[in-house]
């Protein structure tokens, strides 16, 4: 078994080592798909442990010998995030099991992130009840593009937040799949495809990306609802569902 252990969190040696041992009956399962997520409490400390499942055979080669898996980049990739003022939970640890020398389960564990939202609550919002957490979270993403950084899967769930203080705050996660160097105003608003949300929400998310970024609005709206189409018409294609979509 490998174990990579962040120096910050030496005191929970013991309890990473544990963790494969343990995480089929203990703490509270928060996600089950592909992988599975759990949190658990360790002293005064909401833990996230998240185990991946094993990858197919052409994978498990993969991932044993020419790329990072998974979880070892969603060790690697916060403390960038975090060096450059951008929020994502605090790395503690990543555990590689190996069966006959390929991956078999591997896990990635942080500190819970104890904001309670995330973005799936715009699907139907009306814009009028949500303007100042999309004005905030349009300078929230121009500030990160700025900074060289693009999140590969900028979805619904990935994306967490919560008013502290009369401001909002985010924080970044599941992310594994990062894209660091300049950023592009199409490459940027690209970006938004995946998010849930009605025209004017994307107007008013044009409009406050364009100016934090110095670009030109009605460029900045025609790419996001442009591959906002793109995006969920392949979706729709892929999983064989229909949907009713504002273009």
Partial sequence: ????????????????????????????????????IKVIKIGEIDVNVKRYRVPMFFNRVIYTFIRK?????????????????????????????????????????SVHCPYSRRFYEFGDA???????????????????????????DYSPGNILFDKEGGEYKFSLVDINRMKFGKVSIEAGCANFARLWGQIPFFELLAKEYAATRGADEALCRDLILTYRRKFWTRFAKKHQVKYTLNF
Avoid: W
């Avoid at 309890?15 to 592909?34: C, D, L, N, Q, W």
């Avoid at 969603?74 to 450059?84: C, D, M, V």
């Avoid at 814009?127 to 999140?151: N, P, Q, T």
């Fill in 69 to 109: 898996s998974k979880g070892l980049r969603a060790f690697q990739y916060p403390q960038r995030l975090l060096e450059k003022g951008f929020e994502t939970p605090q790395p503690i640890a990543y555990i590689e099991e190996k069966n006959f020398g390929l991956i078999g389960y591997s896990y990635f564990v």
């Fill in 1 to 36: 078994m490998k174990i990579l252990l962040n120096p910050a969190f030496e005191s929970l040696r013991t309890f990473v080592e544990s963790v494969p041992h343990i995480f089929g009956e203990e703490g509270e399962t928060i996600y089950k798909g592909r992988n599975k």
């Fill in 126 to 152: 009306d814009i009028k009840d949500c303007s100042d957490i999309v004005i905030a979270f349009a300078r929230f993403s121009a500030k990160l593009h700025e900074a060289g950084i693009l999140h590969l």
